[in-house]
């Protein structure tokens, strides 16, 4: 029996999981089309602000989904527990977390902002904690961002620190400090996502309570760092202490209580698993009835195919914005029209590919070389 047969996912495939992803990928488009696609003077607030919710969000939301992916895909290591099953779930987990290492850090070359090497990291890590009970992969997210904090106030005393800064992993330094604290996406506080991600995964995800648990779950989520960060910063820092007399101190303090992806902050990390619970459960409960499901079935695909579109989103998407969008395209109208035209074009690759083949290109490559 092979490595893939031993870790293979539910036969009942949970598509609105598929959904989900699609989401997020086009919400990743968001935000990276947007660093070569500006904003006008002219463009209304409100849409400005509709392209900064997706900031750190769709990441976020898809780093959740793998870790609900790693539950599914190891459920039967875990629910059979037996030596033969558990050592195949880990070598699976490790050969996908060294193929989509070594794949990001090529893929660097090309886009500083690459998540996959922090992906291979996060598999990783995922092989030797997948067996765990729910609740300490909960401890363990918590302990995870509470190291970023600790981190965030005791480095840079000590060492110069550029943060999230994409240095060459020439230097092993400089790739460990990347990976685990001053990257785009460090295992400190990130792989919280990917850990509260797992969790989720082992509750039943076909069952409509629980859709309901995760949407208003994610809701009070998001609430709650909402609050904590007006108690925080809006009535605490801004009313009784008065910036001019602590300068850099105030504002780097205050970072901590912010909700924006740099720094990854407590609260951050809240909104972010707020939003991944509130898609995956209205992707749930979407794909939930069969009609809609069949409706949906393209952008399910594409879901299914989302680390070749999250290359292509560079190669084609990116590539494409900076060679041939004018210098007066310039707006937040310009963006999103880019984004839908390339969500678009992935919709109808997948329908035409899917015709043929049950797996994308890149997750084609990765099922041969580890499985």
């Known amino acids: 029996m092979s490595e893939s047969e031993i870790t293979a996912p539910a036969r009942n495939?949970?598509?609105?999981?598929?959904?989900?992803?699609?989401?997020?990928?086009?919400?990743?488009?968001?935000?990276?089309?947007?660093?070569?696609?500006?904003?006008?003077?002219?463009d209304p607030s409100w849409l400005i602000q509709l392209e900064s919710l997706f900031s750190g969000r769709a990441a976020a939301t898809f780093v959740f989904l793998a870790g609900v992916g790693v539950a599914l895909l190891t459920r039967r290591a875990r629910t059979e527990?037996?030596?033969?099953?558990?050592?195949?779930?880990?070598?699976?987990?490790?050969?996908?977390?060294?193929?989509?290492?070594?794949?990001?850090?090529?893929?660097?070359?090309?886009?500083?902002?690459d998540i996959l090497h922090f992906y291979g990291v996060y598999l990783t890590i995922a092989a030797l904690v997948f067996m765990w009970p729910a609740r300490w992969l909960v401890v363990l997210a918590f302990a995870t961002v509470a190291t970023f904090v600790a981190f965030y106030f005791a480095l840079p005393p000590l060492m110069?620190?550029?943060?999230?800064?994409?240095?060459?992993?020439?230097?092993?330094?400089?790739?460990?400090?990347?990976?685990?604290?001053?990257?785009?996406?460090?295992?400190?506080?990130?792989?919280?996502?990917?850990?509260?991600?797992?969790?989720?995964?082992?509750?039943?995800?076909?069952?409509?309570?629980?859709?309901?648990?995760?949407?208003?779950?994610?809701a009070l989520l998001i609430g709650l760092a909402k609050a904590i960060k007006f108690a925080a910063l809006d009535l605490a820092f801004v009313k009784l202490i008065p910036a001019e007399e602590y300068g850099y101190a105030i504002s780097y303090v205050a970072g901590i209580f912010g909700t924006s992806a740099y720094p990854p902050a407590p609260l951050y990390i809240l909104f972010g698993l707020g939003t991944g619970m509130i898609v995956l459960s209205l992707s749930l409960?979407?794909?939930?009835?069969?009609?809609?499901?069949?409706?949906?079935?393209?952008?399910?695909?594409?879901?299914?195919?989302?680390?070749t579109f999250y290359l292509l989103h560079v190669f084609v998407g990116v590539t494409a914005a900076e060679w041939f969008l004018p210098e007066e395209s310039e707006s937040v109208y310009w963006l999103f029209a880019w984004v839908i035209g390339f969500f678009i074009l992935s919709v109808v690759f997948a329908t035409l590919w899917r015709r043929h083949h049950k797996r994308g290109p890149v997750e084609w490559a990765m099922r041969r070389l580890v499985d």
């Open 13 to 42: 495939r949970l598509e609105g999981i598929d959904l989900a992803r699609a989401i997020a990928i086009m919400g990743m488009t968001v935000v990276n089309f947007s660093i070569y696609i500006g904003h006008a003077e002219t």
């Open 285 to 307: 409960m979407l794909c939930a009835a069969e009609w809609r499901r069949k409706l949906l079935t393209p952008i399910i695909w594409t879901g299914q195919m989302a680390l």
């Open 160 to 218: 110069d620190l550029d943060y999230w800064d994409s240095p060459s992993f020439a230097n092993p330094w400089l790739a460990i400090q990347d990976l685990f604290f001053t990257g785009h996406h460090p295992v400190t506080p990130w792989f919280a996502y990917f850990l509260v991600g797992m969790a989720v995964g082992r509750i039943d995800l076909h069952r409509s309570a629980n859709h309901w648990r995760l949407l208003i779950g994610g």
């Open 81 to 113: 527990r037996t030596p033969d099953l558990r050592r195949a779930a880990r070598i699976n987990l490790i050969k996908r977390g060294v193929f989509l290492f070594l794949l990001g850090v090529s893929f660097r070359a090309q886009w500083p902002y």
